[in-house]
């Protein structure tokens, strides 16, 4: 018997809990308890202990010599930008599809944030929008790798080296992920981490840069420390205006009792993800988006679904979620909007150095990044599949019984 769709009435798919997240344990109250007794809770001297303990396996973690803690993942992208010295006015490339922090630490640099749009293969920056968007003031490019999907790195490479330009990964989403035998963040001159509460590794709130420069480390090193250079810091020529951008040490010891949980959390989600995709085999309406064959491993930090009215009796994708939703699965179409023309990334010309520069980012259009945003992807974050098999399961029976009924969303649309 048909059962009637939660939102008109009837009764949820599911009602118990997801799984939660953050997970902590044992290890975290330890980590917090010696940080407490340490006395030794800041960031300074810097590095100090837990970070440099922190940064030593973030490093292993990525494959580069160098990772440096920081404040957030905004923080980190403008450190990023900073330590490469890129020159102040310069264009930064980027996506707008993405969180406001992309944009926002560009103009943190003292930079121009230039937007390309994305691909709809993958929802990541087109390395051909960006070609087209390269002028003598561009100095670098920040690719974003979303949800599930990682930037093309070999074009990304390819083109920075061939036009000089910096290349820092932005790689919010993408811990733990691979391309080819490489990690993400270690094939851009930079790569930027976030350790903010959603993310795949958390911290509460934290940042990393990565990068396989030493030269480039000890600069980061002098901008997260109000621009001191400390023994082991101080062969670069010069010197940086810094900030106080240090990671406390309660950060520092969260993030390796975290990185020491990620391997057994980021292999459940792997499992869960391959389950769901397995399902989703020919399910009309919604699937994944294509994985580049030379992703090793992809990120997992949303799951993101391409979403096709057509198979849904022409409802709008919104309510396809709200009906999700009402079923009791956690999901969302407006993760992100694109950043222009209207987003978080306010035009306020007194807090927003862009916003004075003349570029009339207000009537900018990226039609790939809108229909990405507001007509087909389906997020859904990564806790969702940190359980077992009867949460996908769960999730597949909703989308079923959300499909089989698409045509009632229409009137339920219309008197919405
Ligand atoms: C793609 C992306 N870039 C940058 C950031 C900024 O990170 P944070 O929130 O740690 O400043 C985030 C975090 O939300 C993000 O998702």
Redesign the pocket.
Known sequence: MTQTLAILGGARVRSAAWPAWPQHGEPERAALARVLESGNWGGFPSPNTEARRFAASFAQFCGTPFAVPC???????TLALQAAGVPAGSEVVTTPY??V??AS?IVAAGCVPVFADISLRDYCLDPDAVESAINARTSAVIP???GCSLADLERFRSLCDRRGLILVE?C??AHGARFGDRAAGSIGDFG?F???S??LLTAG???VVVTSDPLWEQRLQSLVNCGRKEIGYAEFPGQVLGHNARMTEWQAAIGSAQLQRFPAQQERRRENVAYFEASLEGFAGLGFLPVDPRVSARPL?QIILRYDADAFAGAARDAVIAALNAEGIPCCGDFYEPLVPRSLFALDPNTNAAARTGVDYASQRFPNAERAAFQEAVWFPHPVFLGDRSDIDDVLKALRKVRDQASRLLDWERSA
């Open positions: 404040a957030n993942g905004t923080v980190s992208l993405t969180f922090g992309t630490a974003v790798h979303l932005d919010a989403h930027s976030s350790l903010q959603t993310k709130e934290g940042g930090y």
